[in-house]
């Protein structure tokens, strides 16, 4: 027996042991090393291939404004009712790049006022990016599930509070929080702002919009050293250095009334144009659910296009937001240059960027029609060339020479940046606008601007501001700009997934409309990854409401995995899940949860070292609130389950498998399920127990009780279900009723008859 099990397993069988001992050991062993290496290049060229084979590609003219008719601003502008909404947000955004700008040039005065080091201020003044950061996740995620104006309204008003009490700061500390307070309000001036303005206005005018909003703001940037320059040098007087409050003071009254103005805007429909465009037709869904911050995220994250640009942010961020504090340090310990200076300097090399932004707008909107991908591409050269100007920037000896060098570099960044929010929203489903603004913000702000106001923290003392400003952009404007170049090729499949999500949106509302029965559940066109594993392939199926349904198929089928995506505790990568036609995709798993869908999971689902009915009461934890009520619910699973009543005060590691099964899913049934999961019903357990188990479902199904069920076991399937799907390698290979499936002898083979699965 010993040696059976002591055999090499790759000798032949007939092959005597001397003969084995005298093959050559590294000629055998290469050659089936070579061989599994084979087997396993095939099998990943085949799943590659698979991977390949499953995306959705539709032809241009169905993705969201391409190869459509170019309209003017004008007429886009009155198509989304107006331009009042763009005016105030435009004034909002300006007034916003306005403070930005005002503590670039007076980085130098608020330096010497509070007595702090280069590092110090730089930190301070680019750190306000973490604190848009702090505020533009929560502020994505409510502009993707409450009403958007009141969000922008009432958050201008505290950044105009905020904003003044800059000024007040008596301190660097409190400076530092005031900043933060700043950050946090302005944070609703991307996600929100980018939201309302691509629901408002339709996909044919974007470019221009998000270039005249940026200019419109660069315009007063560029406008403001002098600006806030000349505020300070009036404010000064004769030995003075503190002048540079009032800048504060007078611009939190501005961004007040602008504020106020918001709250009279319209809210706009979700996804109206990419609707009209794809589908011409513009409808709601009733009462939809909340989008839960997680599941966006990881949804966000499968983007491809999303995955591979993020690195561009971020030089986008270390270009933006770091190295003009730097370059205002540097203009003044190098070139002595006072604040009135540096602001007229800094106003000449902006309206350079006035200008760009004024073309580059219309030709995105073109670029756009014709041809997606170029526009990512023509993103990605901006930042990556911006890294050229910087070394010769950097360089000159003259102030005339260094502003001129600069304007190249601020050009080629600037006018990528207001190119971000359109792309971003064509990429990114309407329903995570906000939510995907915000993971952008997080790379431009927060890794680019933080991160960089960090480094230049830790290093800018020691290195001086040119050896900072040059390690920090310019390899990752290189790096940055080529990655964000590269992922233009993802464009077109990831506009598909858009569409293919309008498609079913406008397949379940016409079925809504209609005398058709909405299905109990829905799982349609979905595709699923761990990873860069791809293990669900377009797959799409039904379950009527009190129909019981049976998932089979060999181990690693993404059986489990299915029913992970229906309780929410994965997001797939394409299609959607409904629960009586509602859309559940993005809702968290807690939220499901009280809509009705229930897991029972496989392996132990019990608490083994409570009693049984502390396990019940653990279970209905959640209707704690109603003792009443928790009360009912654990007298019904006792009438489900008489042998568990009997039971009550038995610590429940003590029972039988069967038992512990059954306890398992009384806690499941405490909810009182619309859609009950089992995952794995019948594994690891004796007949007779299995037997037990199926006349308790039996009971559930006289009910009406709807159930997916997992199965290795044929039987068992055939036992209790009313239709039954055969999964391999992630895609459905068969679906009908359990009895047929019986029937078809090259699929029932590969289901473990009567037995149990791994």
């Keep these: 027996m010993t040696e059976e099990h002591n055999e090499d397993p790759i000798a032949e069988p007939d092959a005597e042991p001397n003969a084995v001992a005298k093959t050559a050991p590294d000629e055998s062993a290469s050659g089936d090393a070579a061989s599994l290496a084979a087997s396993v290049l095939a099998e990943e060229a085949a799943r590659h291939a698979e991977q390949e ?19 003017s601003l004008k007429k886009g502008l009155a198509m989304g009712g107006g331009a009042a909404t763009f005016v105030v947000l435009a004034i909002l955004n300006s007034l916003d790049e306005l403070q930005m700008a005002a503590i670039s040039v007076l980085a130098p005065d608020i330096r010497d006022t509070f007595g702090v080091s280069d590092g110090t201020i730089t930190f301070i003044a680019s750190s306000s990016g973490a604190f ?12 993707d599930r409450f009403r958007r104006i009141p969000i922008i309204g009432w958050s201008s008003i505290i950044f105009g509070g905020m904003v003044a009490m800059s000024g007040w700061a008596v301190n660097a500390f409190a400076f530092f929080w005031a900043r933060f307070g700043v950050g946090i309000a302005k944070a609703n001036t991307i996600p929100v702002h980018s939201s309302v303005i691509a629901d408002t206005y339709p996909i044919g005018i974007r470019g221009r919009i998000g270039a005249i909003d940026k200019g419109t703001g660069r315009l007063l940037a560029v406008t403001s050293p002098i600006l806030v320059g000349a505020i300070a040098a009036v404010a000064n007087g004769p030995g003075e250095i503190d002048g540079w409050r009032w800048t504060y003071y007078l611009l939190g009254i501005p961004v007040a009334v602008a504020a106020i103005a918001a709250f009279f805007l319209k809210e706009p429909q979700r996804g109206r144009w990419e609707k009209e465009d794809v589908l011409e037709e513009s409808f709601t869904e009733d009462d939809p659910l909340p989008v839960s911050m997680d599941a966006a995220f990881s949804r966000l994250m499968q983007i491809k296009t999303i995955k591979t640009v993020v690195v561009g942010f971020s030089a986008l961020g270390f270009g933006l937001f770091t190295a003009p504090v730097l370059e205002n340090l540097w203009l003044e310990d190098q070139f002595g240059l006072e604040s009135f200076e540096r602001g007229a300097w800094g106003t000449t090399a902006g309206l350079a960027t006035v200008g760009a932004l004024l073309y580059v707008g219309p030709k ?17 050269a901006l930042i990556g060339f911006s890294a050229i100007f910087k070394p010769i920037q950097w360089a000159m000896p003259t102030v005339p020479l260094f502003i001129g060098f600069s304007i190249p570099t601020l050009v080629m960044l600037s006018t990528a940046f207001a190119m971000v929010g359109p792309l971003m929203q064509a990429i990114v489903p309407y329903r995570l606008r906000g939510t995907g603004t915000a993971l952008i913000t997080l790379y431009i702000f927060f890794v680019g601007g933080t991160g960089g106001g960090l480094i230049s923290f830790m290093f800018a003392d020691a290195w ?5 400003t040059l390690v920090l952009t310019v390899p990752s404007a290189i790096i940055g700009g080529w990655i964000m170049y590269r992922g233009s090729r993802h464009i077109r499949g990831d506009l598909s997934l858009n569409v293919q999500e309008l498609l079913d949106e406008q397949d379940e509302q016409q079925r809504a409309s209609g005398e058709n ?17 791809q293990v669900l392939f377009d797959v799409a199926f039904e379950v009527r409401k009190g129909e019981t349904l049976a998932l089979l198929g060999t181990n690693g089928a993404g059986k489990s995995t299915i029913l992970r995506i229906i309780s929410g505790l994965g997001v797939p990568q394409r299609g959607v899940v409904r629960l009586h036609g509602r859309t559940i995709t993005y809702s968290s798993p807690q939220l499901r949860s009280r809509l009705g869908i229930q897991q029972l999971p496989g392996g132990k689902g019990i608490f083994a070292d409570m009693t049984v009915r502390q396990n019940l009461v653990m279970g209905s934890y959640v209707h704690r609130s109603d003792k009443v009520d928790v009360e009912r619910r654990i007298a019904d699973v006792f009438d489900l389950f008489p042998d568990l009543a009997n039971r009550q005060g038995q610590r429940a590691g003590s029972m039988s498998g069967g038992q512990q099964q059954m306890l398992a899913l009384a806690r499941v049934l405490l909810h009182e399920p619309e859609v009950l999961l089992i995952d794995e019903l019948s594994l690891g357990l004796a007949p007779a127990v299995v037997q037990d188990l199926l006349v308790l479902i039996g009971r559930l199904q006289e009910r009406g009780q709807t159930i997916v069920v997992v199965e290795q076991s044929l039987n068992v399937a055939l036992a209790i279900a009313d239709r039954a799907i055969f999964l391999e390698k992630g895609q459905i290979r068969f679906e009908g009723a359990a009895s047929e499936l019986a029937e078809r002898d090259d699929l029932a083979r590969a289901v473990f008859l009567g037995e149990d699965g791994g």
């Design 132 to 143: 848009v950061v702090l505020g533009a996740i929560p502020m994505g995620w409510a502009a």
């Design 53 to 71: 084979s499953s995306q959705v590609l539709f032809p241009d003219d169905l993705l969201p404004g391409v190869r459509s008719e170019g309209i």
């Design 464 to 468: 001086g501001p040119r050896i900072t």
């Design 517 to 533: 029965e909405i299905p109990a559940l829905q799982v349609n066109n979905v595709d699923f990854s761990y990873g860069s594993v």
């Design 364 to 380: 995105f909107d073109r670029m756009w029609r014709e041809n997606p991908t170029r526009t990512l591409n023509l993103v990605g």
